[in-house]
């Protein structure tokens, strides 16, 4: 059994990783939307926490209300509770990764969390 697991990602509207990376802590999932696209819902969670990062383009979410404009490099951290929804620049696709984790769930940061070898 090997320990670790490798995948290739399309350019499809969304691909979810907990399958196909066999993920047992997290889910992530590489949107794409092209320009003047939205996700067609707005959603909360129950438990999960949500980071996002955007790994090109531009647009915006709207956050509890409140919209927060994004573009390549931006990190956004949503609380479980918030509702969300997010949207491509009217001329611009937009790419970003959503991480979900429990919240309150991190035992341990990744130097209290390594074990050196060697």
């Known amino acids: 059994m090997s320990n670790f697991n490798k995948v290739s990602v ?46 090109s383009g531009k647009g915006k979410a709207v956050i509890d209300g409140e919209t927060v404009e994004l573009a390549a490099g931006d990190w956004v951290r949503i609380a479980p509770a918030a509702k969300r929804q997010f949207f491509a620049a009217d001329d611009t696709a937009i790419s970003f990764a959503c991480i979900q984790v429990k919240e309150n769930s991190l035992e341990g940061y ?6 050196v070898e060697g």
């Open 110 to 115: 990744t130097m209290a969390d390594a074990v």
């Open 10 to 55: 399309a350019q499809d509207a969304r691909t979810e990783l907990h399958d196909k990376l066999s993920l047992t802590g997290a889910e992530v999932s590489i949107n794409n939307l092209p320009a003047g696209a939205g996700v067609p819902f707005v959603h909360s969670h129950k438990n999960n926490e949500e980071i996002y990062v955007v790994l």
